[in-house]
């Protein structure tokens, strides 16, 4: 049988294509500490439980293509909070940031066309890209320069006639750089002078450290035709299960395309959305408290690592993510020995993604992994000394 030509070239993701090494070493009995996968232990507000429970309604219908009115007002009404006027019809509720990137990118891309990503990048945009027919050309960035990469010169050498796009995460996964003021003029100056959309993933927004700006592209109102903004409600209130995201855009010929696969898969869970409601009415106590415990999380991570000889890093941010360098020979060979090999007496290991399945760039990050501080300080502080311990062991062999 003959298979889709993009899908061949697609790889398996380079964050849970490891999940048989994880099954082996659970089966074995070792307690893994996981950086490998963005998923928060911290609870999931209550009410979006309580809604469910509480539906009343007999028949469990489908909800309208766009999204439900209710929660189209309160994802209105979220951005009014931080300075940014949206109307209903920029806003379209889909399932989870994935769909949302699926969908734009379907929009406005055709075989052949090229969109620009600064790298790293979060390694799914690749799979999402190659089934739009279309490829990455990344902008390179380096640990030494803090992955910046809004520079003009930098974007400039990055541009072919067949740029379409430029995506850019901020706060950023995997390396937790948030842009400044200036980074983002230049970004917005280079989508307008080259006619090009900027599709501006911001599913982080709530987790910057150092100013708590709650900043969002769609402030910029000289974008307004160019902007593409992704959200979800995955990260922000620790729901990555409900898989209920935003597609938000003023251009209208934008929007009026969308609805066409807006109404081919119909529409996203009903009692999902009802209960993404409830979410978005929480107060900015419960975003100042989560953004807190991630502070002291990675403060901690940061402490532990530059304990340990060898290895560096760029204090991220924002975002719950940062990109290490590590004195070994390969991060993914080092990953499969974690979960094989080290520490079988004590029981103990850690997972976390290795980072060249982060580049478009042949060669790059292999030496590089991805660590998530989304479990707690305890754990965090066990798992990178146990890190410490099987670097050491790892060289020795």
């Not at 490891?18 to 232990?41: L, T, V, W």
């Not at 920029?90 to 734009?104: F, K, N, P, R």
């Not at 902007?227 to 938000?248: C, H, M, N, P, Q």
């Not at 990178?384 to 060289?395: G, H, S, T, V």
Request: proline share 6%.
């Amino acid at each position: 049988m003959k298979f889709s030509g993009k899908i061949e070239k697609c790889d398996y993701s380079p964050i849970r294509k490891f999940h048989p090494y994880q099954q082996d070493a659970e089966h074995r009995g070792s307690h893994i500490y996981h950086f490998n996968i963005g998923q928060p232990d911290i609870k999931t507000p209550k009410v979006f439980f309580d809604t469910i429970r509480d539906f009343s309604g007999e028949v469990l219908g489908y909800a309208p293509s766009q999204g439900i009115p209710q929660l189209i007002d309160a994802v209105q009404i979220y951005y009014a909070r931080i300075g940014c006027r949206l109307m209903p019809q920029d806003i379209a509720i889909t399932q989870g940031g994935s769909e949302a990137l699926q969908l734009a990118l379907s929009v406005i891309l055709d075989d052949g066309d090229e969109i620009m990503i600064p790298e790293p990048f979060y390694p799914n945009y690749n799979t999402f890209i190659t089934m739009a027919g279309a490829s990455i050309v990344p902008v390179p960035t380096s640990p030494e320069e803090g992955y910046r990469y809004a520079v003009r010169e930098k974007l400039e050498a990055a541009l072919t006639p067949s740029t379409r796009a430029i995506m850019v995460t901020n706060p950023g996964n995997p390396t937790g750089l948030i842009l400044s003021p200036e980074e983002r003029q230049v970004l917005a100056d280079f989508v307008i002078d080259h006619d090009l959309f900027l599709i501006a993933d911001e599913v982080y927004r709530e987790f910057s450290y150092e100013s708590g700006e709650l900043f969002s592209f769609a402030s910029m109102h000289r974008l307004a035709e160019h902007l593409i903004i992704i959200d979800s409600v995955s990260k922000r209130f620790s729901a990555t299960g409900a898989r209920v995201g935003e597609l938000i855009c003023r251009n209208q010929q934008f929007m009026a395309r969308l609805m066409k696969l807006l109404q081919a898969r119909l529409s996203v869970a009903t009692l999902e959305q009802l209960a993404s409601v409830s979410l978005y009415e929480m107060g900015p106590g419960y975003f100042d408290a989560t953004r807190e415990e991630y502070r002291r999380r990675r403060d901690v991570l940061c402490e532990e690592l530059s304990k340990i000889p060898g290895v560096s890093f760029s204090k991220p941010s924002g975002a719950f993510y940062m990109m290490v360098t590590l004195p070994v020979d390969d991060t993914e060979k080092f990953l499969v020995w974690l979960l094989a090999s080290f520490n079988k007496k004590g029981r103990e290991t850690l997972m976390y993604a290795p980072a060249a399945g982060f580049y478009k760039t042949p060669g790059m990050g292999r030496q590089e992994c991805r660590l998530a501080y989304v479990i707690n300080e305890e754990e965090i502080r066990r798992g990178i000394q146990l890190l410490a311990k099987a670097i050491e062991e790892y060289n020795r062999q």
